[in-house]
C-alpha cells in the first residue's frame, strides 16, 4: 500500500487510490479514481474530507502512520457526496469528541441526511484557528452539490478545493509536475465536462475567488494536486468556465446501413476542406462521456442518425440526452442534424428538433436523405458546411 505522503510540512495526504474504478455515474473513469484527504498536523489536528467507504481501512491505515486517529481533533467536510464524506462514521465512532464542520444550512443537512451526525456550520468568509494555521472557509454551491466549500489555510497557502480542479487519475505521485501533464489536462477537462458543466456559472463565481488567494497548491479530492501548474489550470477554468470555443468540428452520427455514415464523412471532410479540424465520431464506439470531452470547447457540431421505427437511433438519443443533462451553454454553437430514412424523415428531424431545444444556432434546415445519398447529394453538403461556418462569422 502506498504509504502516507506529506505534501507540505505537517501535511499529509491520507486519502484513497481506486486504481481498477470505471465509471463514476455513468461517466468513465479509464485513468481510476483517487479520493484524496488531508491531515493538518497542528495544535488541533485536523482532517480534511474523507474516502469512499470502501476504501475506510486503507484511509485509516494513511492516518495511523502519522498519529492514532482518535486523536484528531477536527473534521472539515467540504462536501457530503460519498466519495468524499463516506468514511466519515468511521471517524466520528473513533474520535467521536471530534468537532465536524460543514456548510451551513446544505452541508450540515446532508451530513444529518446521510450518517445521523450532527455537524457544525460555518458560512463563506468564517474562520477556524487550529493553532499556527488559521482555515477560512468559502462556499462554492453546486460545485458540485449545494453544500460544496472550500478550505484556505494562511501559513501554507494551500487550497483545499474538493471537487473543483480534480481530476479522475489514479497515480502513486501526488503531485502535477510528477505526472503526465497531457494526460492530467485531459483528465481535468473530462472531469469538468462531465461533472462541473453544469454549473459553469457558479464555477466562475468560485474561480473568480480562487484567483484573489496567494496559492502554492491546490489541493483537489481527486487526482493530483496543482503546484508547479497553478496558473495554467486556472486558465484552463477561466476558459472552460467562460464557454470559450475552438474553432473546431465534431460530426457524432449513428447508421444502419451506412447511408447516414457516407453523409457524416462527407460533413466531416467539408470542414476538412474549410481548414477547420474535425472528428468524426461513431457513438457505437465512443462512450457519451468522451463524445462530451470532444464536444465542449467546439464551436461546430454535427449530430447525424437515420430512421428506426419512426425514432432517431436509440444509440444518438442516449448522446443527445446526456448531453442535455449537463446543459452546455450552446448559444454560440453553430449545430446540424442530418441523416437518412426510408419512408419518413423522423430520425433525423427529432435531432433537428433536441438541437433546436439544446439552443443550438441552426443556420441550415435538417439534412434528410431517402435511402442512399448519390454523389451529387454527398457534394451538396459541402455548401451546407459552407453555410455553418459564414453563420459563425457573422
Ligand atoms: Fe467528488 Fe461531488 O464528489
Request: aromatic letters at 10%; glycine letters at 6%.
Amino acid at each position: 500500500m502506498l504509504n502516507a505522503i506529506e505534501i507540505s510540512p505537517d501535511i499529509w495526504w491520507v486519502g484513497g487510490i481506486d486504481w481498477n474504478e470505471r465509471s463514476f455515474h455513468g461517466y468513465t473513469t479509464e485513468k481510476g479514481i483517487t479520493y484524496n484527504a488531508y491531515l493538518i498536523m497542528d495544535e488541533k489536528i485536523t482532517l480534511i474530507d474523507t474516502a469512499k467507504a470502501t476504501f475506510t481501512d486503507e484511509f485509516l491505515q494513511r492516518i495511523s502512520q502519522v498519529v492514532d486517529p482518535s486523536k484528531i481533533d477536527v473534521v472539515i467536510t467540504n462536501h457530503v457526496e460519498m466519495d468524499h464524506s463516506g468514511s466519515l462514521p468511521a471517524i466520528h465512532k473513533i474520535a467521536p469528541n471530534a468537532t465536524i464542520y460543514a456548510s451551513a444550512g446544505a452541508g450540515v443537512n446532508e451530513v444529518r441526511a446521510h450518517f445521523g451526525i450532527e455537524a457544525t456550520p460555518v458560512k463563506s468568509g468564517e474562520t477556524l484557528s487550529i493553532g499556527k494555521r488559521t482555515l477560512t472557509f468559502v462556499t462554492t454551491p453546486m460545485v458540485h452539490w449545494p453544500d460544496n466549500m472550500v478550505t484556505y489555510s494562511d501559513v501554507d497557502k494551500i487550497l483545499f478545493s474538493n471537487d473543483a480542479f480534480g481530476q479522475h487519475f489514479a497515480s502513486t505521485k501526488r503531485f502535477d509536475d510528477e505526472n503526465d501533464l497531457c494526460e492530467v489536462y485531459k483528465q481535468a477537462k473530462k472531469y469538468y465536462a462531465n461533472i462541473v458543466w453544469p454549473y459553469g456559472m457558479q464555477a466562475k463565481k468560485a474561480l473568480d475567488v480562487v484567483k484573489t488567494l496567494d496559492l502554492n497548491m491546490i489541493c483537489p479530492s481527486h487526482g493530483v494536486i496543482w503546484r508547479s501548474h497553478i496558473a495554467d489550470i486556472l486558465d484552463k477554468y477561466e476558459a472552460w468556465t467562460t464557454y470559450q470555443m475552438q474553432d473546431k468540428a465534431v460530426v457524432v452520427f449513428d447508421s444502419m446501413w451506412h447511408s447516414t455514415e457516407a453523409m457524416a464523412r462527407e460533413i466531416t471532410d467539408a470542414f476538412i476542406k474549410e481548414g477547420i479540424p474535425a472528428e468524426l465520431i461513431d457513438v457505437k464506439h465512443m462512450h457519451v462521456s468522451d463524445i462530451i470531452l470532444e464536444m465542449c470547447d467546439a464551436k461546430y457540431v454535427a449530430v447525424g442518425s437515420p430512421t428506426l421505427n419512426s425514432n432517431m437511433m436509440p444509440t444518438v438519443a442516449g448522446f443527445l440526452t446526456y448531453m442535455r443533462g449537463l446543459s452546455p451553454n450552446n448559444s454560440m454553437r453553430i449545430g446540424l442534424a442530418f441523416g437518412s430514412y426510408g419512408w419518413a424523415p423522423l430520425g433525423p428531424k427529432q435531432v433537428y428538433a433536441e438541437l433546436e431545444n439544446a439552443k443550438f444556432q441552426l443556420p441550415v434546415p435538417v439534412v434528410a436523405q431517402q435511402w442512399i445519398p448519390s454523389e451529387e447529394n454527398l457534394a451538396e453538403l459541402q455548401d451546407t458546411v459552407c453555410k455553418m461556418i459564414e453563420a459563425a462569422q457573422e
